[in-house]
């Protein structure tokens, strides 16, 4: 049975609706992430989760029991806000022990819940430093060490590395999914980095005016997304408009300049989208062995990054796309006639 239910959420704000019939189910222990554009919907729905909103309609249970009205001190979540909310004037020590001491816990259990918390995110010899005293990371550290040393039910989290630089960022992702898989709390992380949600959560919802437009793992976001909307917002993608046209041997994609046997399916004909992502297009001088598929290409741009480049292309008969090729041995030059080739099968049909 999953933990927290968020059933059929609407709210407004006077005559402005800012969420749609949102629904989650999010089991006990997931590292889940709210991601989406600005104006998405994603803060809203945290800030409702904390108790600092209150819905227009819907519920929101925690283990079968309907929080939907509690007070957000009633609800004993842990938050990591975007800017920390550290208290300047006090130390480490007591910017952690402030939530025990609020809850009358006795010294002593006090003070070996700190020290627990500084091991857990290596902070220990910092204990009696100052937030001015510490770098940006670190400060997160400490924001996220409060945020749990109480052993919340649920820790929410808005965007707490938006402030850092990537490599930290990078380096504090990995950190806290540790922490995370260590804890086994349940996990709400809010941000608009589609790599950041990628790399820790088990489920991602991806939200869009409002409203969900899907609830996966990242691997199914990117690989198999239901909207148009998700294929393009998650990693980057080229998308055909066209439509399935029946022939002897099944259905074929026709549109843009493309076309694409895909064999049987289990679909009707009629208009959809076609989902090619950059990794899937391999960049070739020769043409390809059967079964592929080889469009005659210009380079408008290649955009080097090591061991591959990222190039953006003009197909002779359709649109530009992006596609990524290998440059161990050098990048062709812009205005280098390519073919762009691919294999059906990596293609996928939005719609």
């Given at each position: 049975m999953a933990s927290l239910e968020i059933r059929s959420i609407d709210k407004f704000y006077g005559q402005t609706q800012a969420?749609?019939?949102?629904?989650?189910?999010?089991?006990?222990?997931?590292?889940?992430?709210?991601?989406?554009?600005s104006g998405s919907g994603k803060t809203t729905l945290l800030k409702i989760l904390a108790g600092f909103e209150g819905v227009s309609s819907g519920t929101i249970t925690l283990d079968g029991r309907d929080i939907t009205t509690l007070l957000p001190e009633t609800r004993n979540f842990g938050l990591v806000f975007q800017g920390y909310a550290l208290f300047p004037h006090m130390s480490v020590r007591d910017n952690i022990a402030y939530p025990l001491k609020v809850r009358r816990v006795a010294k002593g259990e006090i003070d070996a819940r700190v020290r627990a918390m500084l091991d857990l995110v290596q902070?220990?010899?910092?204990?009696?430093?100052?937030?001015?005293e510490l770098s940006g990371g670190q400060q997160q550290r400490v924001a996220l060490a409060r945020a749990l040393v109480f052993k919340?039910?649920?820790?929410?989290?808005?965007?707490?590395?938006?402030?850092?630089?990537?490599k930290l960022r990078v380096d504090l992702q990995q950190e806290l999914r540790a922490i995370h898989q260590t804890l086994g709390t349940t996990f709400i992380n809010v941000t608009h980095d589609q790599e950041e949600a990628m790399h820790m959560s088990d489920r991602i919802a991806v939200m869009n005016h409002g409203r969900i437009e899907q609830f996966d793992s990242a691997f199914t976001?990117?690989?198999?997304?239901?909207?148009?909307?998700?294929?393009?917002?998650?990693?980057?993608?080229?998308?055909?408009?066209?439509?399935?046209?029946?022939?002897?041997?099944?259905?074929?994609?026709?549109?843009?300049?493309?076309?694409?046997?895909?064999?049987?399916?289990?679909?009707?004909p009629g208009k959809v989208d076609l989902m090619l992502r950059p990794e899937d297009i391999a960049i070739e001088t020769d043409p390809p062995g059967p079964?592929?598929?080889?469009?005659?290409?210009?380079v408008l741009q290649a955009t080097y990054s090591g061991d591959r480049?990222?190039?953006?292309?003009?197909?002779?008969?359709?649109?530009e796309i992006s596609a990524w090729g290998t440059a161990r041995s050098g990048i062709h030059p812009e205005g280098a006639a390519v073919l762009a080739c691919f294999a059906p099968q990596d293609c996928t049909l939005i719609g």
């Open positions: 969420l749609f019939d949102v629904s989650l189910s999010i089991g006990k222990g997931e590292f889940v992430t709210l991601l989406g554009p902070l220990a010899r910092f204990i009696d430093r100052k937030p001015s919340p039910d649920l820790l929410l989290l808005d965007e707490p590395m938006s402030a850092l630089d990537k976001l990117y690989r198999r997304p239901q909207s148009r909307f998700v294929a393009d917002f998650v990693g980057k993608s080229n998308i055909f408009t066209g439509e399935l046209v029946p022939g002897s041997a099944g259905l074929t994609f026709r549109g843009e300049g493309l076309a694409v046997p895909l064999g049987p399916a289990d679909r009707a079964g592929r598929i080889a469009l005659p290409a210009r480049a990222l190039y953006a292309l003009k197909l002779d008969a359709g649109p």
